[in-house]
């Protein structure tokens, strides 16, 4: 919210402006601090409806959140208080739903509040995984140390997933141009061309049948296959939103030929990594185990880890129950989980595993796309030439009578 205001400084002078916080009380408190003492202070009038935020489209980027992870690091070890620096942070921030959240992070610490407790009010913008590694840096008297991990740990996580976002961009610009090369022969070439030929009386290749009927079709069908498309589209979306739903995918993208094996190594790698901060920051390993389990990503995982967590508490070590589902986790895994236990450098030894698969997943997605690119593009062309041959053969068949 803004709020205009009128003040006087420490030599009676008045001043006026603008400041922008999450209620009144904290924006007379921010000019306090600037040794104003505040005469009015009225709220701006609220913009148009046109104008105003949409909250349901509103998300903060992972990339937003890794920079105020590091800045907010660095605050705190220059000794700048956590309210001041929260403070700082907000001023600066420029996507305005995240500005209110941190502005209210910093009303909630000046009220007594814990960060991590601060944090746990907006569960879709910090993880439990975040708000875990901020509560063990609180208790460890490692604030500065726990933020530095977890900007770190957003960075690999945030290039990971950039990287598998951008080998999907050039497959899916060669389908959508495939289907816009389709569709316009379909609904606008070919019927000019049915026309033409219909008014010569002459016999048709074969291919070209084929391709006027189906153009017939997409015309006399084309809103309700459409229409069909969307609502099994939202009928997948909603039974994948249940949890027999998430489930049954998640099973079957692990079970797919290629796919599935980066899928599997982007898992370990997020567990390894996930474990290794949670265990670096000080927290137990059942802890650990269940707060990474809630963010892994894959309900499989999900349930192996939780099994492990179990386990675990009962004394088993970690490697022994990894062991039991060769068809997750790798023995390469479970051996190096095998010496960082032994040798008490399971968080390393995690670490090393996080470098490991994650060379294995970019080796991967330039192995598929190499694979893939060829193959589209011979997809593409192929239909291209069998739409041009289905348009030339008659045209070429009229013009030698």
């Known amino acids: 919210m803004k709020f205009n205001y009128q003040a006087r400084n420490q030599k009676g002078e008045v001043q006026s402006g603008t400041v922008e916080a999450s209620s009144r009380e904290v924006a007379i408190g921010l000019l306090q601090k600037h040794g104003l003492y ?3 202070l009225e709220e701006t009038a609220a913009p148009p409806f046109y104008a105003k935020r949409v909250k349901i489209f509103e998300r903060v980027p992972a990339k937003e959140l890794v920079l105020f992870s590091r800045q907010l690091s660095i605050l705190f070890k220059s000794k ?3 309210v001041e620096s929260l403070q700082v942070l907000a001023i600066q921030t420029k996507n305005p739903s995240f500005k209110e959240k941190i502005f209210n992070l910093a009303e909630g610490v000046e009220g007594g509040t814990s960060l991590s407790g601060a944090l746990s009010h907006y569960p879709k913008v910090f993880s439990s995984f975040y708000i875990a590694m901020v509560k063990s840096g609180e208790t460890s008297g490692k604030l500065s140390e726990a933020l530095s991990y977890l900007a770190d740990h957003l960075e690999r996580e945030y290039h990971l997933i950039s990287r598998v976002k951008g080998a999907m961009i050039y497959p899916a610009l060669i389908v959508v141009v495939a289907i816009a090369v389709l569709a316009m022969m379909m609904f606008f070439v070919i019927p000019q061309l049915t026309k033409v030929l219909a008014e010569t009386g002459e016999g048709l290749p074969a291919v070209t049948r084929m391709v006027i009927a189906l ?3 997409f015309k006399n069908w084309g809103w309700t296959i459409i229409i069909v498309l969307i609502g099994l ?3 997948l979306f909603r039974y994948y939103r249940t949890k ?3 489930r049954f995918f998640d099973e ?3 079970e797919l030929p290629l796919v599935g094996q980066v899928l599997k190594m982007i898992y370990l790698s997020r567990f390894a990594e996930n474990l ?6 000080g927290l137990p390993i059942a802890q650990a185990l269940e707060t990474t389990g809630d963010i892994v990503g894959n309900t499989v995982y999900k349930e192996i880890i939780f099994q492990t967590r179990d386990e675990v508490r009962k004394g088993e070590p970690i490697s022994a129950i990894l062991s039991r589902y060769p068809g997750a986790f790798s023995p390469i895994f479970t051996q190096m989980a095998l010496v960082g236990e032994r040798t008490g450098t399971l968080d390393k030894t995690l670490m090393d595993l996080v470098g490991f698969y994650q060379q294995e997943v970019d080796r991967s997605i330039n192995n598929i796309l190499s694979l893939l690119e060829p193959l589209l593009i011979v997809f593409l062309g192929a239909i291209v ?15 030698g009578l």
């Open 38 to 40: 505040v005469t009015i």
């Open 80 to 82: 700048v208080s956590l």
């Open 215 to 217: 153009s017939d079709f």
């Open 233 to 235: 589209a939202v009928a």
């Open 244 to 246: 027999q739903g998430k």
């Open 252 to 254: 079957f993208f692990l």
């Open 276 to 281: 290794s901060t949670l265990i670096s920051g």
């Open 385 to 399: 030439a069998g739409l041009m041959a289905a348009v030339l053969m008659p045209l070429y068949r009229m013009a």
